[in-house]
């Protein structure tokens, strides 16, 4: 198992455990996190799939560029209204936005046309400019969540290994 990680034995002292652990704990939250999105971000479609469609109106809408070349997100605030009250929402989708939705919410904003927004029916603040599954985000979420998880609990598991090792060849010494 050594070889597959890279480590160095543990008897060689060559790293520092509680290094070693915090590695091992980060990398286990992060693809933790990761992992626990997945059925997170379909407990939200699912809130949509019996959603009341209602016309909302975009009051602002911006696109900022990420650091890496084809990296960049969308913002939209829209009003809607249900029953004569009027609902603020910043939501503009369940998964991650797409350059085809911007372009057809910038068509919308600039000719200040209404477009379709999901409301839960029972949570009428819960809302969403877009409910379709980005198959993409589901398999990120595993491809990176599933090793760092692994990776994270395997270090995890060799450290306490090391310390309970290093504690009962101490306690055979004495």
Not at 15 to 41: A, D, S, W
Not at 131 to 147: E, M, S, T, V, Y
Request: charged share 20%; aromatic share 10%; net charge positive.
């Amino acid at each position: 198992m050594s070889n597959f990680l890279n480590l160095p034995p543990l008897e060689s002292g060559e790293y520092k455990p509680p290094l070693v652990m915090l590695v091992g704990i980060l990398f286990l939250l992060g693809g933790g996190t990761l992992l626990i999105r997945v059925p997170y971000l379909f407990y939200q479609w699912n809130r949509l799939t019996d959603a009341m469609i209602v016309p909302a109106r975009i009051l602002n809408l911006k696109r900022s560029s990420g650091g890496t070349r084809n990296s960049s997100s969308t913002t939209a605030e829209y009003e809607y209204s249900i029953a004569g009250k009027n609902y603020r929402s910043d939501r503009i989708s369940i998964f991650s936005d797409s350059n085809e939705l911007y372009f057809r919410l910038r068509e919308a904003y600039e000719a200040s046309t209404e477009v379709q927004c999901y409301v839960d029916p029972r949570e009428p603040r819960f809302s969403a400019l877009e409910r379709d599954i980005q198959l993409g985000d589901i398999i990120a979420n595993f491809i990176l969540g599933i090793p760092l998880s692994t990776g994270g609990f395997l270090y995890v598991v060799r450290h306490v290994r090391s310390q309970r090792d290093q504690a009962h060849r101490t306690s055979r010494r004495i």
